[in-house]
């Protein structure tokens, strides 16, 4: 990833009027940790609010950087908070903040101040350890003592890198089974429609076959294959998208110009043979649209697992029946055949 120090974030307003010609509707805040760089955010928030008074501000954080002037700069710029936490799982993750009573008292606060007009919610990935969507909303219900708090999915894991596909992105059958359990009960006791990744991909599900909506009208899980979405560094370098950088392959040129930026780093879900005769496309976008090779098989099989269990949730809601099986011409990625050896004493 490209270093940028303070001053960048003064060079990035400066060339901003040089290419973005439409007024944004919605500006996000990623890192890493995105308030690891607060100075530069005190630099870019005020000016963009100045420049752009109708767009939505929001930042995806851990919340474990929170201190009373940060709070009270996102009170002042209303910015939509994300706080990417895996709940009961985060200690797989990293540090807990709400282990941390000082922290923890700051992301009570921000909860209680953001919570209203839901300006604020907790994001978790599901993992093999923790695949439960609605134990992981009890959870937060009960660090927050509050029955109102806005839990979301992440998505389910995805392996990004080698260290995720030797153990934290691979599944076990039985615990796809659990997960697939987990989700499609959720539905049935309601638990699911509490929880917006859920709601949301259930809802888009049911419209898309009561509108008869072709699968040619989709775009990708992650919205960043759209023209009007992009990502950008300090250096106004474009990105594939806010998890990539600028130095390997992930630059795709500078927005200065921004005519001779092509997508070409990546790979539409049109373009994937497995997608196009996949049964939970319209729930899964077809995970992330960079990963090849193992790295996509192994992600596609945990996005297929998932989205089966929200496609047997979704029918147990609407329709009170079980998903028992599909048949058609599914074609699966190929996977690596790992064959166990055990040693013997
Ligand atoms: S589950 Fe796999 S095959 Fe199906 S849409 Fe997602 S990425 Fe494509
Ligand atoms: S391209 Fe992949 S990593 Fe990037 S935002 Fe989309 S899904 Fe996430």
């Known amino acids: ?7 960048d974030a003064h060079s990035f307003l400066q060339d901003l009027e040089k290419w973005l010609k439409e007024p944004p509707s919605r500006i ?23 420049r752009f008074p109708d767009a939505e501000f929001c930042m995806v954080t851990n919340g474990s950087l929170l201190t009373q002037e940060i709070l009270d700069f996102i009170a002042r710029y209303d910015i939509c908070i994300t706080v990417s936490h895996d709940g009961p799982g985060q200690h797989l993750r990293g ?11 700051l992301l009570k606060a921000l909860w209680n101040e953001r919570k209203t007009g839901e300006r604020m919610w907790f994001s978790s990935v599901l993992t093999p350890g923790n695949s439960d969507p609605a134990a992981l909303r009890r959870w937060f219900v009960e660090k927050l003592n509050d029955e109102s708090v806005v839990t979301s999915l992440e998505g389910v894991v995805a392996t990004h890198d080698d260290q995720s596909l030797a153990g934290p992105g691979v599944w076990s059958p039985e615990q796809y089974g659990s997960l697939k359990n987990a989700v ?7 638990e699911a429609l509490l929880i917006p990744a859920l709601r949301d991909k259930a809802r888009s599900f049911m419209e898309s076959l009561l509108m008869g909506t072709p699968s040619s009208s989709m775009g ?6 759209r023209s009007d979405h992009v990502a950008v560094d300090l250096h106004s370098n474009v990105l594939t998208c806010h998890n990539t950088g600028a130095n390997a392959q992930h630059g795709l040129g500078s927005a200065l110009a921004m005519d001779d930026i092509r997508l ?16 939970v496309l319209q729930l899964c976008g077809g995970s992330c649209m960079y990963l090849e090779g193992e790295q996509f098989a192994q992600s596609c099989e945990n996005e297929y697992q ?13 329709l009170g029946l079980k ?12 996977r690596r055949k790992v064959i166990s050896i055990v040693a013997q004493a």
């Open 184 to 190: 499609a009960s959720s539905f049935e006791t309601g």
């Open 323 to 334: 998903l028992e099986s599909i048949e058609g011409d599914i074609r699966r990625p190929a």
């Open 28 to 50: 996000e805040f990623w890192g890493g940790e995105p308030l690891l760089y607060f100075r530069k955010l005190a630099i870019l928030v005020p000016e963009l609010d100045r």
């Open 264 to 279: 070409d780093t990546s790979t539409h879900w049109a373009y994937r043979e497995c997608c196009s005769h996949c049964p």
């Open 220 to 225: 990708q899980k992650c919205g960043m294959d």
């Open 95 to 105: 540090e807990d903040p709400f282990d941390n009573p000082p922290r923890a008292s």
């Open 1 to 7: 990833m490209a270093m940028t120090k303070t001053a």
């Open 306 to 318: 998932f989205g089966l269990g929200v496609l047997d949730g979704t029918l147990r809601r609407a």
